[in-house]
T-cell receptor
Framework: DSGVTQTPKHLITATGQRVTLRCSPR?????VYWYQQSLDQGLQFLIQ???????AKGNILERFSAQQFPDLHSELNLSSLELGDSALYFC?????????????FGPGTRLLVL | AQKITQTQPGMFVQEKEAVTLDCTYD???????LFWYKQPSSGEMIFLIY??????QNATEGRYSLNFQKARKSANLVISASQLGDSAMYFC??????????????FGTGTRLQVTL
């Protein structure tokens, strides 16, 4: 158990809908990262937050947005969903105090868009 | 741009044997970190081992060791005494070090390891 929690574990929805994925980082970790894992794109970085502020952006679609709240949990919002958004979405967290600021991953949310 | 290459889509190894999973990388940053993660069929990503670009010695964590050859830009994972539970997908990842907060990981395409009896 990495200490990072993600809810829900599974999500099935229809095209055009909007969903929210939730992540709680490990206790004390200020950085939260979101990654998408799909069959055709592999594992791709989406976005990073550090202590409530956006720090880095990757291949994140405009239909996707994220935020980190004062209690450090983070949410990834996916809107106008398309079939191609079906993927495993990971949240990871890290601490500047940990060696190499290793990123520890949550169990993921498996999203299926029908 | 940083890039990670894993050329072995799949590997087989017999139980109790050692296996090497290849990883090469490309970066222009002199300071970077290399990571290996394991993804079992259940889907979670498990951190295995880390190697810093300035580390003088190869990293080891239990049965995992990293064969780091900086000049060749390779960071191969060696698993000794393979166990059935080692069957999984293995990802090599790199992070270019930046001042301030941590930055993203760039992943390779992974190697699927199957341990046989």
């Amino acid at each position: 158990d990495s200490g990072v929690t993600q809810t829900p574990k599974h999500l099935i929805t229809a095209t055009g809908q909007r969903v929210t994925l939730r992540c709680s980082p490990r206790s004390g970790d200020l950085s939260v990262y979101w990654y998408q894992q799909s069959l055709d794109q592999g594992l791709q970085f989406l976005i990073q937050y550090y202590n409530g502020e956006e720090r880095a952006k990757g291949n994140i679609l405009e239909r996707f947005s994220a935020q980190q709240f004062p209690d450090l949990h983070s949410e990834l919002n996916l809107s106008s969903l398309e079939l191609g958004d079906s993927a495993l979405y990971f949240c990871a967290s890290s601490s500047r105090l940990a060696r190499a600021e290793t990123q520890y991953f949550g169990p993921g949310t498996r999203l299926l868009v029908l | 741009a940083q890039k990670i290459t894993q050329t072995q889509p799949g590997m087989f190894v017999q139980e109790k044997e050692a296996v090497t999973l290849d990883c090469t990388y490309d970066t222009s940053d002199p300071s970077y970190g290399l990571f290996w993660y394991k993804q079992p069929s259940s889907g979670e990503m498990i951190f295995l081992i880390y190697q810093g670009s300035y580390d003088q010695q190869n990293a080891t964590e239990g049965r995992y060791s990293l064969n780091f050859q900086k000049a060749r830009k390779s960071a191969n994972l060696v698993i000794s005494a393979s166990q059935l539970g080692d069957s999984a997908m293995y990802f090599c990842a790199m992070r270019e070090e930046q001042t301030g907060t941590a930055s993203k990981l760039t992943f390779g395409t992974g190697t699927r390891l199957q341990v046989t009896l």
